[in-house]
């Protein structure tokens, strides 16, 4: 009996929600475009800021965001959401993964004259990061920023090392042997470890590390579908792995054990990406770090000093069978414009801004501590192109399950690099996948 | 009844087969229906895919036989596919063993039987999320209470040779509450007379189990035996849980590889031809089980 009720009182409920909707709304309907994000944590927070402003800052459109895990689930659900046309209106993406996305038939291109409508233009955004967003000559993607790797040191301890110049900081770095004693000098001066990263099992870091260091040597990593870096792949994982094995730094740690054995004084560098900055900038503020913390880009340790870096960006999935209306592009670029233009408030989550006018604005180079490692932009390096790459991709999941073994000396670094290569050997033969 | 009725039957059989015929498919039917739309029409479906060069959402070009070409030179699915035995070997027997031991202890202490066997079967109850969680809390290498009591901070879940056995004795504790149910329902089958008369004749202790429990238990150990293996090869929510196939690929079981290449690397069609592979090394060691059963029964004749 009740239950018969149910349907009738529905009804009632939507017809009140709709007449009461239809007191406030304005005469043109509001468009909802809803999104989809990767981001969490600070990131996730900084975003909904966005968002919550942009949608006070008019009445058009309504963004509704939603936070799906970050990694492999988040593009899992992206692609397969996307082909079958129940994909979202807009994503963050990695701009690491555009060829895999675009190429996959997973977004939608954007025209020019899409962009030029809501007063966006290629040449606004940084050059490397536009072309990152580029898939045989047309653009799938609005880079939002870069987050390169950084050494971040304690300079307490650094100073105890003998690390420090007279004004307070890192005296440079140049070459690997140079990195690896101060790690080992840091180490021995003050009983604390010199280096701190993620190497837990599955994490991603050794894999980037490697890459940027194989990058500083003018090494290419895959060309024509075979792996190409050579000897230079066993060598440099063998770098990282004595940082390890010899006690500089202690193996296993996963993210939060690492970034928090650094911010308890415990390690004397960290090497992560720039997304750490707001805690550090935050424990600052409120008192709780015991020391005075600076960044400095990736040392060279080569020939030339590239390192590893990813951007997100936003991007339009191909829904295909539900394309989206002109309006509603427009009423997306409108959203992705504004976080342009208001993206000062992202670059306080460590990242540098990809649009230009804000990047270059004063008030971004004077914001602290970003403008330390600001140059990294230009020495930024994605993974390679190709379907299976890309953050959180299957080539990266490969690496990062065989990399971090040879620093726990459960594997030799040759042995590492060649499971990780014979087990990855499939994925670069096989054809890219339209999804 | 009437006593010829029974006489008749085997005369008139065709027609009678022939008149029970649409019952009979009428009955089966709801099974049948469910049967080939959950099962088998899937497999046949999974064994096409197998043959083509698929994503999760696109199937595309028909391959022929590459995919399982390229799988039997993959090391990484015979990786799984000796993880996976591994697993077998470090949980059937245990289970079956430990299971007939509890059994006999419920069996035994008939005071304490209700409390026994429910401590025993509770954590069969248990949700593979639970479980996964409260093994994952025990084996925490700082403050995991099985650190606590050996001393020590192995990471039992991050170790490369730990990490395996780890989850099997995990998945030991969780399931061996069903073998015990099926070896105490053996247990109480056996006529106590059989007990009495052998006590008479002055059997004791290990004799009677050897002489009188096993072998009625004989054919309940057979199905224990054949129900463990084809659920310890089935292992994938334990390992995808609490080791998520690591570290270093050790704890990846043949079900997580095909998992991963359909979901990581969206290559549907290698994935099915992973789980058809699999498939078949599972019943070949079925047909081979079966066989060596039938081998012991011939040879004790």
Known sequence: ?435 | MHRDESTLIPQTGPTTARRDALPAWLLLAPFLAAFGLFFFVPALETFWLSLTESSLTRTNAFVGLDNYHTLLNDPSFWDSVGNTFYFALLTVIPLCALGLLMAMLVDRFTRVQGWLQGAFFLPFVLPISVMTLIADWMLQPSSGVVNHVLGGERAWLADPHWALPAVAIGTIWWTVGFNVLLFLAGLRNIPAELYEAAALDGARGFTLFRTITWPALRPVVTTAVILQLIASLKVFGQTYILTSGGPFNTTRVALHYMYETAFTQSDAGYAAAIAMAFVAIVVMLSLVQAWIVKWLARRDA
């Open chain 1, 1 to 435: 009996m009740a239950r018969r009720g149910f349907p009738r009182a529905a009804a009632l409920l939507a017809t009140l929600f709709l007449v009461l909707a239809g007191g406030s709304a304005p005469a043109r309907a509001q468009v909802e475009v809803r999104m989809w994000t990767l981001l969490s944590g600070g990131d996730g927070a900084r975003m909904r800021a966005l968002v919550d402003d942009f949608n006070a800052s008019q009445r058009d459109v309504r963004v509704v965001s939603t936070t799906l895990r970050w990694g492999e689930p988040f593009y899992t659900k992206l692609i397969t959401a996307s082909v079958v046309g129940a994909g979202p209106d807009v994503a963050t993406v990695h701009l690491s993964r555009i060829v895999n996305l675009a190429g996959g038939g997973v977004l939608r291109p954007i025209a020019p004259a899409e962009l030029a409508s809501v007063g966006l233009r290629g040449r606004d955004y940084l050059p490397r990061q536009w072309s990152k967003a580029q898939y045989e000559g047309r653009t799938y993607a609005v880079p939002l920023d870069v987050h390169p790797l950084v050494l971040y040191y304690n300079k307490t301890l650094a100073g105890q090392a003998g690390l420090l110049d007279a004004a307070g900081n890192l005296k440079p770095i140049d070459g690997v042997a140079a990195l690896t004693a101060a790690f080992r000098t840091a180490t021995e001066r003050t009983g604390r470890r010199g280096l701190t990263m993620e190497s837990s099992q599955s994490s991603y870091a050794i894999w980037r590390l490697w890459l940027a260091m194989l990058v500083q040597q003018n090494v290419t990593i895959i060309a024509n579908g075979r792996f190409t870096y050579g000897p230079a792949g066993a060598a440099t994982l063998a770098h990282i792995s004595e940082w390890f094995t010899r006690g500089y730094a202690q193996a296993g740690l996963d993210y939060p054990a690492s970034t928090s054995q650094f911010m308890g004084g415990n390690a004397a560098f960290m090497l992560n990406g720039v997304w750490e900055v707001p805690e550090l900038v935050r424990a600052t503020k409120a008192g709780t770090l015991g020391f005075e913390y600076g960044i400095v880009p990736l040392p060279k340790m080569y020939a030339n000093a590239s390192t590893w870096a990813d951007s997100h960006a936003f991007a339009l999935p191909a829904n295909s069978g539900h394309e989206p209306s002109p309006a509603k592009v427009q009423a997306i670029l409108r959203f992705v414009a504004y976080v342009s233009q208001h993206s000062l408030g992202w670059a306080q989550g460590g990242h540098i801004p990809a649009y230009a006018p804000v990047a270059e604005s004063p008030a971004a180079k004077s914001l602290m501590p970003n403008a330390l490692y600001a140059q990294a932009a230009n020495d930024a390096v994605y993974d390679p192109d190709g379907w299976y790459m890309g953050a959180a991709g299957p080539l990266e999941a490969i690496a990062s399950k065989f990399l971090p073994a040879a620093l726990y000396g459960y594997m030799t670094p040759a042995q590492a690099v060649h499971r990780f290569e014979t087990e990855a050997a499939r994925l670069v033969r096989k054809r890219p996948p339209r999804y």
